[in-house]
T-cell receptor
Framework: DAGITQSPRHKVTETGTPVTLRCHQTENHRYMYWYRQDPGHGLRLIHYSYGVKDTDKGEVSDGYSVSRSKTEDFLLTLESATSSQTSVYFCAIRAGTGPGNTIYFGEGSWLTVV | AQSVTQLGSHVSVSEGALVLLRCNYS??????LFWYVQYPNQGLQLLLK??????LVKGINGFEAEFKKSETSFHLTKPSAHMSDAAEYFCAVSDSFSNFGNEKLTFGTGTRLTIIP
């Protein structure tokens, strides 16, 4: 357990509405990530953060924005939800710096856009 | 750019039989390699990883994997399958020479392991 909490865990929303998912960590890790998981695609990186107010895009960032105003919180916002954004979203943290350090995942947020 | 290919989206083995899940990677620099397991409705849990040193890596729950540079492979094995091994398994690669702070994991598409009683 790397002290990662995602909220909400389950959400149903309507097309066109904004949605924000929250990731909270308790261990002061510098690097945080948002992935989405879809059948046949594995996990794909949406955005990541390497410090407060320092974020960058991943491979599937269109339609998403992120913010990190505090070390412990990394927010993912779907600006105008679409059905293609129905997915399971995972927050993750890197324990330590460097590419060999383990990435730990939260329990996931199931989002359905109707 | 780096990538991971997992051969076989579904693998079924009998309880007590050998488990072999295949992973091949592509990376322009020496890779760091990971195997994660995901049980239903849960997050991903690290099974094992290879960074440097010994190419045979042992992980949790009796799993191990061997890094073979010449074959660009990192296959996951377990000598004797148990019912509790039923889950989805993901192989992932990280670029060991990427810019400090920008290291990211690239995942394969996953292999669902079914254990036959």
């Amino acid at each position: 357990d790397a002290g990662i909490t995602q909220s909400p865990r389950h959400k149903v929303t309507e097309t066109g509405t904004p949605v924000t998912l929250r990731c909270h960590q308790t261990e002061n890790h510098r690097y945080m990530y948002w992935y989405r998981q879809d059948p046949g695609h594995g996990l794909r990186l949406i955005h990541y953060s390497y410090g407060v107010k320092d974020t960058d895009k991943g491979e599937v960032s269109d339609g998403y924005s992120v913010s990190r105003s505090k070390t412990e919180d990394f927010l993912l916002t779907l600006e105008s939800a679409t059905s293609s954004q129905t997915s399971v979203y995972f927050c993750a943290i890197r324990a330590g710096t460097g590419p060999g350090n383990t990435i730990y995942f939260g329990e996931g947020s199931w989002l359905t856009v109707v | 750019a780096q990538s991971v290919t997992q051969l076989g989206s579904h693998v079924s083995v009998s309880e007590g039989a050998l488990v072999l899940l295949r992973c091949n990677y592509s990376s322009s620099v020496p890779p760091y390699l990971f195997w994660y397991v995901q049980y239903p409705n849960q997050g991903l849990q690290l099974l094992l990883k290879y960074t440097t040193g010994a190419t045979l890596v042992k992980g949790i729950n009796g799993f191990e994997a061997e890094f073979k540079k010449s074959e660009t492979s990192f296959h996951l094995t377990k000598p004797s399958a148990h019912m509790s091994d039923a889950a989805e398994y993901f192989c992932a690669v990280s670029d060991s020479f990427s810019n400090f702070g920008n290291e990211k994991l690239t995942f394969g598409t996953g292999t669902r392991l079914t254990i036959i009683p």
